[in-house]
């Protein structure tokens, strides 16, 4: 993988992370039609750099609101904050086993499969289709809604399912608060994120890098900077309630990944 290709996979994963269309789908469907041409493992290991990069853009852009979870989780006192932050280990659960059981299964599907990504993709803007239409409410998370969430997030592991889009979109289809649905999607897939980085690092010995170092490294700075800027963007997005554009974008996307897998 050449620096141009890194910078562009880069942007590509910063942009869609936080953006409801799949930043996995989209980096499969980039590699598909470009030159990057790597073995499924190294190809997981990148694209978890690249999630890695996006995941120290959540840290920054919510690092007032990670200080205080954090605080208060570790001083044990009943309190909104405390809860938030318990909920958010428990929504960890589902993918954090699908993660370690199903690691060979969930290798191999990051291997180009475009026709699961485009399949996907549709599931994902039928969520999306369905929470725009969803009726406004104020509730906040509980413990059953972060394990619905928590699952779904499990399943987003998937390349084409859009780990914001499913969370954000089954947390207001449960009738949570759009505002705290976003910011519960952004942060619960934190923890889980740097899990994954450190059993890759743990397991790079047998990964033969050669010079993708610094390709990686130029894909991660493109990450991180346009990740913080769509992070922000999102926010604002859920705010006014507008995912419905985004389903029609992943159902256009889906149908030209289904279209291009069977050519």
């Not at 470009?34 to 690249?50: C, D, G, H, M, R």
């Not at 995941?55 to 904050?81: C, H, N, Q, Y």
């Not at 993918?95 to 370690?100: K, R």
């Amino acid at each position: 993988m050449n620096e141009l290709t890194a910078l562009l996979l880069g942007i590509v994963q910063g942009l869609t992370e936080f953006l409801p269309v799949s930043s996995s789908g989209h980096l499969e469907l980039a590699k598909a039609l470009s030159s990057a041409q790597n073995l499924p493992k190294e190809s997981l290991l990148f694209t978890i750099v690249l999630h890695g990069a996006t995941a120290f853009s959540t840290v920054v852009v919510f690092r007032k609101d990670i200080g205080e979870l954090l605080k208060e989780l570790l001083t044990f006192k009943p309190s909104p904050s405390f809860y938030f932050s318990l909920y958010i280990v428990i929504s960890m659960i589902p993918a954090a086993l699908v993660g370690l059981l199903l690691e060979d299964l969930i290798t191999s599907l990051f291997n180009q499969n475009i026709l699961l990504v485009g399949a996907m993709l549709l599931f994902t803007g039928g969520l999306l289709f369905l929470a725009d239409r969803a009726k406004a409410s104020t509730k906040n998370i509980n413990a059953s809604s972060a394990v619905v969430i928590g699952l779904l997030q499990a399943v987003a592991i998937l390349p084409g399912i859009s780990r914001s889009g499913a969370t954000i979109a089954t947390a207001v289809l449960l009738g949570i608060d759009k505002e705290k649905a976003a910011r519960f999607s952004f942060l619960m897939v934190i923890p889980l994120i740097f899990g994954s980085m450190a059993k890759s690092i743990l397991d790079a010995d047998s990964i033969n890098l050669n010079d993708s170092l610094f390709p990686m490294f130029i894909g991660f700075v493109s990450a991180f900077i346009t990740g913080i800027i769509a992070c922000k963007w999102m926010i604002a997005i859920v705010k006014k309630a507008q995912l419905s554009y985004f389903s029609y974008y992943c159902f256009i996307v889906g149908i030209f990944a289904i279209v291009l897998s069977l050519l």
